[in-house]
T-cell receptor
Framework: QKEVEQNSGPLSVPEGAIASLNCTYSDRGSQSFFWYRQYSGKSPELIMFIYSNGDKEDGRFTAQLNKASQYVSLLIRDSQPSDSATYLCAALYSNYQLIWGAGTKLIIKP | KAGVTQTPRYLIKTRGQQVTLSCSPISGHRSVSWYQQTPGQGLQFLFEYFSETQRNKGNFPGRFSGRQFSNSRSEMNVSTLELGDSALYLC??????????????FGPGTRLTVL
């Protein structure tokens, strides 16, 4: 059983629309959650992290956390072609290991 | 500030050989984590070193080992290479390691191909 689950995609979204990326995790003791973006052939880079239930906004990005449902999401508003990448969700588990999902490939269509 | 560097960037080995990969973290960062990335599997955690001590270890066989030096530079070693070890190996550095709000900065990776 995978510990951090993401839909592998690809998720295709028209330019200007909202892209919604989802992630579930299995460890209820997880403390914080991270969204990384990885362009093809490049290394992951942090977009944002969240540790409290609710929403956290940063520019066009909003992370949402629901600990009761063990669910994290990332919304990208006004999607741009430059947002096309693989988005990785990671959870800091109670054993202090950072567990990663396999990533969702996002394609923004002009 | 210089980023995380990894050497070599590409490596081709044959089954049964061993390999050593190197990672230099961002200046001032004391934690170095190693990951294996393969298509469809995402990032698999290998181990984390902090102040020369292995602080955490993933579920990889003993053929995978690592160490960290006093200057925080880290090496990982894979012995008796298998075809399935072909992957991108990423190193990530952070200030304090496994804390709640800790950002990891990734190096460019070493692409290992085992023939």
């Amino acid at each position: 059983q995978k510990e951090v689950e993401q839909n592998s995609g690809p998720l295709s979204v028209p330019e200007g629309a909202i892209a919604s990326l989802n992630c579930t995790y299995s460890d209820r003791g997880s403390q914080s959650f991270f969204w990384y973006r990885q362009y093809s052939g490049k290394s992951p880079e942090l977009i944002m992290f969240i540790y409290s239930n609710g929403d956290k906004e940063d520019g066009r990005f909003t992370a949402q956390l629901n600990k009761a449902s063990q669910y994290v999401s990332l919304l990208i508003r006004d999607s741009q072609p430059s947002d096309s990448a693989t988005y990785l969700c990671a959870a800091l588990y109670s054993n202090y290991q950072l567990i990663w999902g396999a990533g969702t490939k996002l394609i923004i269509k002009p | 500030k210089a980023g995380v560097t990894q050497t070599p960037r590409y490596l081709i080995k044959t089954r049964g050989q061993q390999v050593t990969l190197s990672c230099s973290p961002i200046s001032g960062h004391r934690s170095v984590s190693w990951y294996q990335q393969t298509p469809g599997q995402g990032l698999q955690f290998l181990f984390e070193y902090f102040s020369e001590t292995q602080r955490n270890k993933g579920n990889f066989p003993g053929r995978f080992s690592g160490r960290q030096f006093s200057n925080s530079r880290s090496e990982m070693n894979v012995s008796t290479l298998e075809l399935g070890d072909s992957a991108l190996y990423l190193c990530a550095s952070s200030l304090e390691g496994a804390t709640s709000y800790n950002e990891q900065f990734f190096g460019p990776g070493t692409r290992l191909t085992v023939l």
